[in-house]
């Protein structure tokens, strides 16, 4: 079961935005700019006048490229860095019009990539190649005025990107926040219910089970007193408490025991409730949690992944797979983020690991290939630590 699907570009800080229109816009931009270009290369057609074709090409692959959603981060690196270059290359071999809002689209596609500081490095710099392009066609002071121009449009962009990174920021959180209440509630509904059952096995104990065990004794005390016609209705009435008592021992017997908890709905309602990271949860038919504190450990677990993976990893994904395995359960929890590198245990984590080493289980964080970050959790089948 996958939370709930959409578009993300890109996952270097785990903004949510509409590449579909991002993608027309920076098509519609190279369209418009190009058009003076085309319009004089149809009118006196040569190599020179065709020279563009080849840098917006370029551009426009990498542009759609970078914006897969299956693209990686380095790709997605590589794709910003080869449009901005040939954003420059077409604009010193373009004619005319609105060449250089190519570079604007770039500037607006590195803050969702780079954050709000490395995107205005870039915008330094395609503001200063711009100056050096524009000034050896009309001079350095009319160069420096029309780099100028542009350097307004790119901050803009760059300042309208940052608003939307920091909106998704809190959506981000707010969703975090309403999937720990989700989880929170699941735990606390199932341990109310165990109580509740408790109490009430205790109540039939104490009350039906100590009449029906007096109105035995008054049984067995009239048999003893009465002529045979009364005795036998008296030994049939004597049988019939000795029934229902039975009965009730067992049926607060079962009111004792724990009712399963519902692990695989909890993780699904979990992953449900993230817009992103997209979350895959797998819960193998085999498993039956013995103990409600072992399913709320791995609760807990893959909450924790899931929020580490949207605020410290920008993952575009999370994949969980609780398995049995031989006398232990297994819990995965893998991401597709930065990976483990630098990472702190914060409050979150050291929880989780108090709680899985409490049952008796443990833990490792690892990178498997390198990249992405994953939870590796044990706890013993039988018999947790009581």
Same mark, same amino acid.
């Given at each position: 079961?996958q939370g709930?699907? /959409? #578009?993300?570009?890109p996952?270097?800080?785990?903004?949510?935005v509409?590449?579909?229109?991002?993608? =027309?816009a *920076?098509? +519609? @931009?190279?369209?418009?700019?190009s058009?003076p270009s085309l319009?004089?290369?149809?009118a006196?057609?040569?190599?020179?006048?065709m020279a563009?074709?080849l840098?917006l090409?370029?551009?426009?692959?990498?542009?759609l490229?970078g914006?897969?959603?299956?693209?990686s981060?380095?790709v997605?690196?590589?794709a910003?860095?080869?449009?901005g270059?040939?954003a420059?290359?077409?604009?010193?071999?373009?004619?005319?019009?609105?060449t250089?809002?190519?570079v604007v689209?770039?500037?607006?596609?590195?803050?969702?990539l780079?954050?709000?500081?490395?995107a205005l490095?870039?915008v330094?710099?395609q503001?200063?190649a711009?100056?050096g392009?524009f000034?050896a066609s009309? /001079? #350095?002071?009319?160069?420096?005025i029309a780099?100028s121009?542009?350097?307004?449009?790119q901050?803009? =962009?760059v *300042?309208? +990107? @940052?608003?939307a990174e920091?909106?998704?920021k809190?959506?981000?959180?707010l969703?975090?926040?309403?999937?720990?209440l989700l989880a929170?509630r699941?735990?606390?509904?199932?341990?109310?219910?165990?109580a509740?059952?408790?109490?009430i096995a205790?109540?039939?104990?104490d009350t039906l089970?100590?009449g029906l065990t007096a109105?035995?004794?008054?049984?067995?005390?009239?048999k003893?007193?009465?002529?045979?016609?009364?005795?036998?209705a008296v030994?049939?009435?004597?049988?019939l408490?000795r029934a229902?008592?039975?009965?009730v021992?067992?049926v607060?017997g079962?009111?004792?025991?724990?009712v399963?908890?519902?692990?695989e709905?909890a993780l699904v309602?979990?992953?449900?409730?993230?817009?992103?990271p997209r979350?895959?949860v797998?819960?193998d038919a085999?498993v039956?949690?013995p103990? *409600?504190?072992?399913a709320?450990?791995?609760?807990?677990l893959?909450?924790e992944?899931i929020?580490?993976?949207?605020?410290?990893a920008?993952a575009e994904t999370v994949v969980?797979d609780?398995a049995?395995?031989?006398?232990?359960?297994s819990?995965?929890a893998?991401?597709?983020?930065?990976?483990?590198?630098?990472?702190r245990e914060?409050?979150?984590l050291r929880?989780a690991?108090?709680?899985?080493?409490a049952?008796?289980?443990?833990l490792?964080v690892?990178?498997?290939d390198?990249r992405?970050?994953?939870l590796r959790?044990?706890?013993?089948?039988r018999?947790?630590?009581?």
């Amino acid at each position: 079961m996958q939370g709930a699907p /959409g #578009l993300a570009y890109p996952p270097g800080v785990g903004q949510r935005v509409p590449v579909n229109l991002f993608k =027309a816009a *920076g098509i +519609a @931009t190279a369209a418009l700019a190009s058009t003076p270009s085309l319009l004089h290369a149809i009118a006196a057609p040569s190599a020179g006048t065709m020279a563009w074709v080849l840098p917006l090409a370029v551009f426009v692959v990498a542009f759609l490229y970078g914006l897969r959603p299956s693209a990686s981060r380095r790709v997605r690196h590589a794709a910003i860095l080869v449009e901005g270059a040939t954003a420059l290359a077409f604009v010193a071999l373009a004619r005319g019009g609105f060449t250089a809002g190519l570079v604007v689209v770039v500037a607006g596609e590195a803050p969702f990539l780079w954050g709000t500081a490395p995107a205005l490095g870039l915008v330094a710099v395609q503001t200063a190649a711009l100056a050096g392009i524009f000034a050896a066609s009309v /001079g #350095l002071t009319r160069g420096v005025i029309a780099a100028s121009g542009y350097l307004g449009f790119q901050l803009f =962009a760059v *300042g309208a +990107a @940052t608003l939307a990174e920091r909106e998704q920021k809190a959506r981000t959180a707010l969703a975090l926040a309403n999937a720990e209440l989700l989880a929170t509630r699941d735990a606390l509904a199932a341990a109310t219910a165990a109580a509740e059952r408790v109490r009430i096995a205790r109540d039939l104990h104490d009350t039906l089970g100590h009449g029906l065990t007096a109105l035995h004794l008054q049984l067995e005390l009239a048999k003893n007193t009465t002529d045979d016609a009364h005795r036998r209705a008296v030994e049939d009435a004597d049988q019939l408490s000795r029934a229902l008592l039975a009965e009730v021992r067992e049926v607060v017997g079962a009111m004792r025991e724990e009712v399963p908890f519902d692990l695989e709905g909890a993780l699904v309602r979990l992953a449900s409730a993230i817009p992103r990271p997209r979350v895959s949860v797998r819960v193998d038919a085999a498993v039956r949690p013995p103990d *409600g504190r072992v399913a709320q450990a791995v609760l807990r677990l893959v909450q924790e992944a899931i929020t580490n993976a949207a605020r410290h990893a920008d993952a575009e994904t999370v994949v969980v797979d609780v398995a049995e395995d031989g006398e232990a359960l297994s819990v995965t929890a893998r991401d597709d983020g930065r990976g483990p590198l630098g990472l702190r245990e914060g409050n979150g984590l050291r929880g989780a690991r108090e709680r899985l080493e409490a049952l008796g289980g443990t833990l490792e964080v690892v990178a498997p290939d390198g990249r992405g970050t994953e939870l590796r959790a044990r706890i013993p089948w039988r018999g947790a630590a009581p």
